[in-house]
């Protein structure tokens, strides 16, 4: 299965999600913000990125473009709360492949990962889907892994520690 990244600030989400995508046969780690994943990426290179649009400090659009400058072509899947609307907005701006609302019906965040895996590999690759809606096309989305672009901490403005 696929090494899945989740940034998310609420450690009940990260463990959740986690534990849900791990019974599905998926590697996953999670970070609750930048800093935790700053610490992870240089041992964990993900193929997909799940990634929370409302967190303190740094956003998940921000996130989002950090990951896009480091794998190119690496699925990202916006998970919030936010409206429909704002989560289409901030998946475009990022070049997400999918959006998937918290809370929403039973198993459709599993299906948003598993279809935009299987887009991911080449049955469609860079598309934006929207819950339950047919894929669009997204600007910035393609398909692929890269190698890892060096890390750097700039790119965010982040601080350690």
């Known amino acids: 299965?696929?090494?899945i990244l989740i940034v998310d600030d609420s450690p009940t989400v990260l463990l959740g999600v986690g534990r849900l995508?791990?019974?599905?046969?998926?590697?996953?780690?999670?970070?609750?913000?930048?800093g935790e994943?700053?610490?992870?990426l240089p041992v964990f290179v993900p193929e997909l990125a799940l990634l929370d649009l409302e967190m303190p400090h740094v956003d998940g659009v921000a996130v989002g473009h950090y990951l896009r400058r480091r794998f190119p072509g690496m699925p990202i899947v916006m998970h919030?709360?936010?409206?429909?609307?704002?989560?289409l907005e901030a998946a475009s701006e990022v070049?997400?492949?999918?959006i998937v609302r918290k809370g929403g019906p039973s198993g459709e965040l599993e299906r948003t990962i598993e279809r935009t895996l299987?887009?991911?590999?080449?049955?469609?690759?860079?598309r934006v889907s929207e819950p339950g809606a047919e894929p669009?096309?997204?600007?910035a989305a393609a398909s692929g892994i890269r190698r890892a672009a060096?890390?750097?901490?700039?790119?965010?403005?982040?601080?350690?520690?």
């Open 1 to 3: 299965m696929a090494r």
């Open 21 to 34: 995508l791990t019974a599905l046969g998926h590697s996953v780690r999670g970070a609750l913000g930048f």
């Open 37 to 40: 994943l700053w610490e992870l």
């Open 80 to 87: 919030s709360g936010e409206s429909t609307g704002r989560l």
């Open 95 to 98: 070049g997400a492949s999918a």
């Open 118 to 126: 299987e887009l991911a590999q080449g049955i469609g690759a860079g």
């Open 136 to 139: 669009r096309t997204a600007p």
């Open 150 to 161: 060096p890390l750097d901490r700039t790119d965010l403005g982040a601080e350690r520690g």
